[in-house]
């Protein structure tokens, strides 16, 4: 499988760094600033070889990267691989006042045409007999 099929679209990248997710990935969209087309490339291929020190050059973790210190780079956006966008999930959230809330609980499964689908489902807790039970 082609690896820009097990990353982040460019576009998704640019739309979640845009909604302030952390900037952390094992790949990336790196820019050419002459044709500005981005093409992928493995974190160690941009540190051993183009980026020589990605903190020299402004690189924080926490938004999309300029390298304006090297001739010909543009911008970067991570291109999350499927387990860094799982890792960045919540397992729970909780909706409503403290009195009212409620809570999901992430749940992650194939369907009957073995896709992948992701989604939250209300959780409660029913005690019984003095014991919790999620249902």
Same mark, same amino acid.
């Given at each position: 499988?082609?690896?820009?099929?097990?990353?982040?679209?460019?576009?998704?990248?640019?739309?979640?760094?845009?909604?302030?997710?952390?900037?952390?990935?094992?790949?990336?969209?790196?820019?050419? @600033?002459?044709?500005?087309?981005?093409?992928?490339?493995?974190?160690?291929?941009?540190?051993?070889?183009?980026?020589? &020190?990605?903190?020299?050059? !402004?690189?924080? !973790? @926490?938004?999309?990267?300029?390298?304006?210190?090297?001739? !010909?780079?543009? #911008?970067?956006?991570?291109?999350?691989?499927?387990?860094?966008? !799982?890792?960045?999930?919540?397992?729970?959230?909780?909706?409503?006042?403290? #009195? &009212?809330?409620?809570?999901?609980?992430?749940?992650?499964?194939? &369907?009957? &045409?073995?896709?992948?689908?992701?989604?939250?489902?209300?959780?409660?807790?029913?005690?019984?007999?003095?014991?919790?039970?999620?249902?």
């Amino acid at each position: 499988m082609k690896l820009e099929k097990q990353v982040c679209s460019l576009e998704l990248a640019k739309k979640l760094k845009e909604a302030g997710v952390k900037q952390r990935g094992c790949f990336t969209w790196v820019q050419d @600033s002459d044709t500005e087309k981005y093409k992928l490339e493995s974190f160690s291929t941009q540190f051993h070889g183009a980026v020589h &020190n990605y903190y020299a050059m !402004g690189y924080d !973790g @926490s938004d999309g990267i300029t390298r304006k210190a090297q001739k !010909g780079a543009g #911008k970067m956006f991570p291109a999350f691989t499927v387990a860094e966008l !799982g890792e960045l999930l919540p397992a729970f959230i909780g909706i409503g006042e403290k #009195k &009212n809330k409620k809570k999901f609980k992430l749940y992650i499964a194939k &369907n009957e &045409n073995d896709e992948w689908f992701i989604e939250y489902q209300e959780w409660s807790l029913k005690v019984i007999d003095n014991y919790e039970y999620a249902y």
